[in-house]
């Protein structure tokens, strides 16, 4: 499968889904395990998916195929995680992560985040610095890749005379 052009990028479709939509959910972990473990010798079914169901779980369609992923998890009050990105090998390159990031931002503005944060596979770091995260902190290995933690501030607050902005 191949998008091509702009007007392919259209057909692709971005929404929330939960724990609870079983296919769809079944459909997510598929897609994170072929993406995020198999390479690296592993199972999704070795990791720990409890609590799964209070994260807020975003998914990428395209010609009702799931094609992208991502999960938000609360970290305190301000700050939001995202977690478990992947996208369909077969379409990266197409927008479909930075179109998917994108909508997880709006999705913790509007859940009342300021703050984005995450682990960065050491490959993928140039694709968030791209969409303004910065990388902070020592490098750390996590399922025995290096990663890096990376945050964005979701909202830019003016406190300059006395206003606030949003």
């Known amino acids: ?27 997510a972990l598929e897609l994170r ?7 690296l010798g592993m199972s999704i079914k070795q990791d720990r998916l409890d609590g799964e169901d209070l994260a807020i779980h975003l998914c990428a369609l395209y010609a009702d195929k799931m094609v992208g992923v991502l999960l938000l998890k609360q970290v305190n009050q301000d700050t939001v995680q995202m977690k478990q990105v992947a996208v369909d090998e077969a379409l990266r390159g197409q927008q479909v992560g930075r179109r998917l990031v994108a909508y997880a931002e709006q999705v913790a503005i509007e859940e ?14 140039p694709f968030y610095e791209k969409l303004a995260y910065e990388a902070y902190g020592e490098p750390f290995t996590e399922v025995g890749i290096p990663h890096r933690m990376m945050r964005k501030q979701l909202i830019h607050i003016d406190t300059q005379e006395g206003g606030t902005n949003i």
């Open 112 to 125: 009342g985040y300021l703050h984005m944060m995450l682990h960065a596979r050491q490959v993928a770091i």
């Open 1 to 27: 499968m191949s998008c091509k052009g702009v007007s392919e990028l259209d057909k692709l479709q971005i929404k929330r889904i939960t724990t609870a939509d079983q296919e769809r959910y079944a459909q």
């Open 33 to 39: 395990d072929l993406v995020l473990r198999r390479p």
